[in-house]
């Protein structure tokens, strides 16, 4: 079988896994597009998630072996994330409520260290979440420098390298659009920002749910994901470089604990969720062994280090970016059989530099009507801003800073893409 074959049949099966993508809605096959917001879970999660309510739901902190189990467990799944992500270790992991929730925990230590006149960046492509909270730091004079992109919506290094003369102290950024798919360089990014002296803040949350991330390559300092967006619960866990924890002097409650970032983890977390995490990266070994069968060999996905879980779930993203390429280039030359299409972000020819998430506008009609339209056909997608406000209201200022959003993942398939414009082309006569 050659290789773009071996990746439909691989991803084609993936939707075997997953109980709720057979759903219908008033009579309607439901087409699934809003993966974006949040991905559906596999059986992996739901299995994992009853298992654990059936055998080791209690609270940690005491001796009888239930708990301990779960504590194992919980360790056992920041270790799994690391490997995801690429991380020294399960130490460098923290599970929490979600990603926002870490922006706002990572504002709040590292603004400890600020003081006014200090300045950070955030940028016009990103997600609230990374933004909001460190504009609440501009209420105590630090400086908020805002990294602007250019009318495709790709960030503007020249601007960039001027904002880095500033000497800012942080560089909070995204490492993929939620409303473009622009993919942004994050190793280039980084590395500009540590010779300035910036420590960078990165929202992976996005690019987790399509690419093989690797935070240590990358080179980020903090980064946060939702566990929600990669085939989980709703959850997210962060990453912090451990060379960094002596930063974070906040809010430590287990002085213990000071030693790892679990110290994020205050309070009781969500061990049903924690489990069901597990199913998630159950579910991508599984992927990567279905690849595996069909001639596709993990080892020959280019990963930093030979650990075999890392190999394993990193593996199974490397070859959904590889399939999900296809799925964009395909996406995109059927929206140019629509007329009066406006397009946000990368068009066919940078495949690489996008995800398949593909935001836009059709001249004539008003972008919620669309909407509700897919939806009354049995389309789930989502129209507004996502919460990229800016980005929109930068892209998108003729139709009201909002858009259509169309966004795939790895078990959405070409037939799907059809039948999505097949009632496309029946709402808007063409
Ligand atoms: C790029 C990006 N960042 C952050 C978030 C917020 O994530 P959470 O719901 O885990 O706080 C989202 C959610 O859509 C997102 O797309």
Redesign the pocket.
């Known amino acids: 079988m050659d290789k773009n074959s071996a990746l439909q049949q691989t991803f084609e099966h993936s939707r075997t896994y997953f109980p709720s993508l057979g759903d219908s809605y008033k009579g309607h096959k439901i087409l699934f597009m809003d993966n974006?917001?949040g991905a559906q879970v596999s059986s992996f999660v739901i299995d994992r998630v009853k298992d654990y309510y059936i055998h080791r739901n209690a609270q940690k902190g005491t001796i009888f072996k239930r708990t301990a189990e779960m504590q194992e467990r919980i360790i056992e799944a920041r270790q799994m994330a690391a490997d995801f992500i690429g991380a020294a270790d399960h130490s460098e992991i923290a599970f929490g409520l979600?990603?926002?929730?870490f922006f706002h925990h990572f504002a709040h230590h590292l603004g400890r260290d600020l003081k006014a006149g200090d300045h950070i960046i955030i940028t016009e492509a990103d997600?609230h979440?990374?933004v909001d909270p460190w504009l609440e730091l501009a209420e105590r004079g630090i400086v908020v420098d805002v990294w602007t992109v250019d009318t495709n919506g790709d960030l503007d290094y020249e601007q960039y390298e001027q904002l880095l003369q500033n000497k800012p102290k942080i560089v909070a950024a995204?490492w993929a659009s939620?409303a473009t798919g622009t993919i942004h360089d994050m190793e280039r990014l980084t590395r500009m920002a540590h010779n300035a002296g910036a420590l960078v803040v990165a929202?992976g949350?996005?690019a987790a749910s399509h690419l093989a991330i690797d935070v240590k390559k990358a080179g980020v300092d903090f980064a946060a994901f939702?566990t929600y967006?990669i085939f989980g619960p709703h959850m997210?866990f962060c990453y912090v470089n451990r060379e960094n924890l002596a930063r974070l002097d906040g809010w430590r409650i287990q002085k213990e604990l000071t030693e790892s970032a679990y110290f994020f983890e205050v309070g009781s977390q969500n061990h049903e969720g924690i489990e069901g995490f597990i199913g998630s990266m159950e579910y991508l070994a599984q992927l990567s062994a279905d690849a595996a069968g069909n001639g596709l060999d993990i080892d020959m996905t280019p990963l930093r280090d030979g650990r075999q879980a890392r190999k394993e779930f990193a593996g199974a993203m490397y070859w959904a970016h590889l399939y999900e390429k296809q799925l964009s280039a395909y996406f995109l030359a059927r929206l140019q059989e629509i007329d009066g299409v406006v397009l946000y972000g990368k068009t066919a020819d940078y495949v690489d530099e996008r995800l398949p998430v593909f935001s836009f506008n059709i001249k004539g009609f008003e972008t919620d009507k669309l909407g509700h339209a897919l939806d009354a056909a049995g389309v789930e997608a989502r129209t507004g801003n996502?919460?990229a406000i800016n980005l929109m209201k930068r892209l998108a200022d003729e139709f009201g800073g909002s858009a259509l959003r169309i966004s795939l993942v790895h078990y959405n398939t070409v037939e799907e893409i059809d039948r999505f414009f097949a009632i496309l082309k029946r709402i808007v006569g063409k």
């Open positions: 974006s917001a979600n990603a926002t929730s997600h979440a990374n995204g939620n929202d949350v996005q939702s967006k997210g996502y919460l």
